[in-house]
């Protein structure tokens, strides 16, 4: 019989060095099998046998991988990228993959700073020198760090730990950051500039923070170099990709880039021949093998973290960092689902559209959220709060391990405040029974924001660090805006009617519209000739219309124009199938086609 339990206890594959820590809690309940240096195909032959798999980014866990685990309940990433884990395929296949989002923050930071002051002082060209059997003094003479200004690009938790360090060196610090904590970033010294331009212009150093995203591949790039002073030196421990690497050999030659430290590449390992290998081999840069969570601590930290959420998903239990696990639990599937869906997009619609807008005023961290009719009847609305963060972070984060477990958490970590209303007004002249608006507001003072919203039904959500002395619970502006004024209402209203979600109101303005796809959305006056514009430029940039909308200014603004102009303002909403290219988007703005235009992806 003890043979038996023996025999059957669930495995676990770990193929990857994976520090002991995490293991240790994993080996009394299950068989734990470490089997380093497999290929791809033994890989596959073996993975039957295993319920979860442990990795870190040298594991592809793709389709074909995954198809073979006929046992597996989860892939647990011991680190924070999942780039190397097919997550879709692990969703339709019901297998749950969990992250370490946190564990190695420091160790990437501090390895950042590492190849800074390799490259200030020359280290690895000098240490490879004086093992060659030369003393070369003067070719190695470096520079300082104090009193050169860093210049960070994504302020999240490796761009800050990477500014409070810098900060101790006497360094200068600004960053760019359109959805940074400006409360944090203060905290930390550092000075938040509109535009990636304007800290370009100014870096001695340049380090990179983001994830890779669309927005981020390719950032960093052939004119975003030659902007730069030829003594500038660039840092990446963030992803390979947001640095067209060829353009930055072409400027390390030319001279007009002084140096580099770079620790992750296109290709990993690199190829032979490729634009990563190229890098690797020039004498002006400092590279390491993807060393940044390299430390026994980083290591210790996320083994822990992963393998307790192995044996609670193991156990039958939620993990705290699951990059897929549901918003909505099976039985509250049929009334939620819909409304999930609502509030994903309206959140994902408000960060694209505020942040997108050419100079809009900036991404607000405070929303109140109203629930009306049939949905202010609800016994929980976590699943909501959870959907509206998972969609406001989406378009600017890689990783969405947002779930009803940890979104509070998530949304304290990001300085975002939620305040959750019910009213049972409303609905009754409407063909739907539920509807749900989000405004955002500019400022919020931080008295009302510890206090919560007074007289709400629901309980608040208060993320306590977004308080700040002077009350601003807002992030700083928009580089690209202009048109907005800070006390200006982002509203967005929708609802849902034969399980589809509906766009009711966008800004001052109302019309129906599905959340769905690529959507161009342009402000406009309401005069002859607009439409005609947007649509030829649309039309010459072979971007073709699916469908349009036009949204008159909402009652509650009708009489006004906002803009001293006679003419009234309207939305125009463009469902586009075609790139739309930034220069098309640009192209739209002007004084016979529309005020602002923002794209959006849903
Ligand atoms: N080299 C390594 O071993 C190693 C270790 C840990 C993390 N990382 C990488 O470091 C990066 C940062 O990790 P993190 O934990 O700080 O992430 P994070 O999500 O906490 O921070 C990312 C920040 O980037 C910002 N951002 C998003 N899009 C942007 C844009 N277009 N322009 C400017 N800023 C933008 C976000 O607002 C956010 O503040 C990730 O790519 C992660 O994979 C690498
Ligand atoms: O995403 C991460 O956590 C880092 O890039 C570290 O990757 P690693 O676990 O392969 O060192």
Redesign the pocket.
């Known amino acids: 019989m003890a043979i038996e339990a023996y025999i059957t206890r669930p495995k676990i594959l770990i193929p990857e060095k994976v520090s002991p820590d995490g293991l240790a809690l994993l080996k009394e309940q299950f068989e734990v099998d470490e089997r380093k240096g497999l290929n791809p195909e033994q890989l596959k032959e073996i993975i039957g046998q295993y319920e979860a798999l442990i990795v870190r980014?040298e594991t592809k866990v793709t389709a074909e991988l995954l198809g073979a685990a006929k046992k597996l309940k989860v892939v647990a990433r011991a680190?924070?990228?999942v780039?190397n884990v097919d997550v879709k395929t692990a969703t339709s296949l019901g297998i749950i993959v969990v992250n370490s989002?946190?564990g190695?923050?420091n160790?990437?930071a501090e390895?950042t700073i590492a190849l800074m002051m390799s490259v200030a002082r020359n280290v690895a060209d000098a240490s490879h020198s004086i093992k060659a059997g030369k003393w070369e003094r003067s070719r190695l003479t470096g520079i300082e760090a104090k009193g050169k200004t860093l210049a960070i690009?994504?302020?999240?938790?490796?761009?800050?730990?990477v500014a409070r360090i810098a900060n101790g060196l006497g360094m200068r610090l600004i960053a760019?950051?359109?959805?940074?904590?400006q409360n944090l970033a203060a905290a930390a010294s550092v000075t938040l500039l509109p535009s990636?331009a304007d800290i370009l212009t100014q870096a001695d150093f340049l380090t990179?923070?983001?994830?890779?995203?669309a927005?981020?591949k390719g950032?960093i790039s052939k004119a975003e170099l030659a902007s730069m002073k030829p003594t500038a030196r660039i840092l990446n421990?963030?992803?390979g990709g947001m640095i067209d690497e060829d353009a930055l050999v072409e400027a390390l030659d030319a001279g007009t880039i002084a140096g580099a430290g770079i620790?992750?590449f296109t290709s990993e390992p690199p190829e032979a021949d490729s634009s990563a290998s190229r890098l690797i081999a020039h004498p002006k840069v400092v590279a390491t093998p993807?060393?940044?969570?390299?430390t026994k601590e980083?290591q210790e930290n996320v083994s822990i973290d992963v393998c307790e959420q192995v044996v609670s998903i193991l156990s039958g239990e939620l993990p705290r960092s699951a990059v897929n696990a549901p918003i909505i639990l099976p039985e509250e599937y049929r009334t939620l689902q819909p409304f999930v869906t609502l509030l994903e997009k309206m959140g994902s619609l408000y960060t694209q559209h505020y942040s997108g807008k050419v100079n809009a005023t900036s991404f607000r961290t405070t929303f109140d959220i109203t629930y009306e009719g049939a949905l202010a009847e609800l016994n929980t609305t976590k699943p909501l709060f959870a959907a509206l963060v998972k969609g406001l972070l989406s378009p600017?984060?890689?990783?969405l391990n947002i779930n009803i477990v940890n979104a509070e958490l998530v949304a304290k970590?990001?300085g975002i405040l939620i305040n959750e209303q019910r009213s049972r007004e409303n609905v009754d002249d409407k063909p739907y029974s539920s509807f749900i608006t989000l405004r955002a507001r500019a400022s919020r003072s931080s008295s009302q924001a510890r206090q919560g919203r007074s007289g709400s039904p629901l309980s608040t959500r208060v993320p306590q660090t977004t308080a700040s002395a002077t009350g601003q619970a807002q992030l700083h502006p928009n580089p690209q805006s202009a048109t907005s004024s800070e006390s200006s209402e982002q509203v967005i209203q929708g609802f849902v009617s034969g399980n589809k979600p509906f766009i009711s109101r966008l800004d001052r303005f109302k019309g129906e519209f599905v959340p769905q796809g690529t959507l161009l959305i342009c402000r406009n006056f309401d005069s002859v000739g607009k439409i005609g514009y947007v649509g030829n430029l649309l039309g010459k940039a072979g971007v073709n219309i699916k469908f349009m909308n036009v949204a008159p200014l909402h009652d509650d603004e009708a009489g006004e124009t906002h803009n001293g102009n006679e003419s009234k303002e309207a939305l125009m909403i463009l469902g586009v199938e075609g790139e739309v290219t930034e220069d098309v988007r640009k192209g739209l703005i002007s004084p016979e086609g529309a005020l602002e235009a923002s794209l959006v992806v849903l």
């Open positions: 980014s680190g924070v990228g780039d989002p946190s190695n923050i160790a990437a390895h690009v994504g302020l999240g938790k490796v761009g800050l730990t760019y950051d359109p959805y940074a904590n990636l990179l923070h983001t994830p890779l995203i927005s981020t950032m421990v963030a992803r620790d992750v993807h060393l940044g969570a390299s980083a600017i984060s890689e990783i970590e990001r």
